[in-house]
């Protein structure tokens, strides 16, 4: 099982990022993805999940109406869209497998988003 995500980038402030998520080595439709990040010196920030298979998304509540998740069955991918971006969004961003019954047990490498002008 492999889960790799797409390189680092740096944007301005008010732009958009797109980060993926390539699955391989498991039924990408079996297992939800959720996306987590991490800012400088902060912990692990969940930022919601998508099922690969019906398309269906849940948002964390910070982050509703700034960010969107969509999965490609026919590439294995998921991505992440965050928009209207902020110096407080520079973090590294995770894709991870969610059992559902045992948490996470595959992580993508994470892509170290920055935003600065």
């Known amino acids: 099982v492999q889960l790799v995500q797409s390189g680092d980038d740096v944007r301005n402030p008010g732009a958009s990022v797109k980060v993926s998520c390539k699955a391989s080595g498991y039924s990408f439709t079996g297992y939800y993805i959720d996306w987590v990040r991490q800012a400088p010196g902060q912990g692990l920030e969940w930022m919601g999940r998508?099922?690969?298979?019906?398309?269906?998304?849940k948002y964390a509540q910070k982050f509703q109406g700034r960010v969107s998740f969509t999965a490609d069955t026919s590439t294995n991918t998921a991505y992440l869209e965050l928009s209207s971006l902020r110096s407080e969004d520079t973090a590294v961003y995770y894709c991870?497998?969610?059992?559902?019954?045992?948490?996470?047990?595959?992580w993508g490498q994470g892509t170290q988003v920055t935003v600065s002008s």
């Open positions: 991870a497998r969610n059992t559902a019954v045992e948490g996470y047990d595959y």
């Open positions: 998508i099922d690969p298979e019906e398309g269906g998304t």
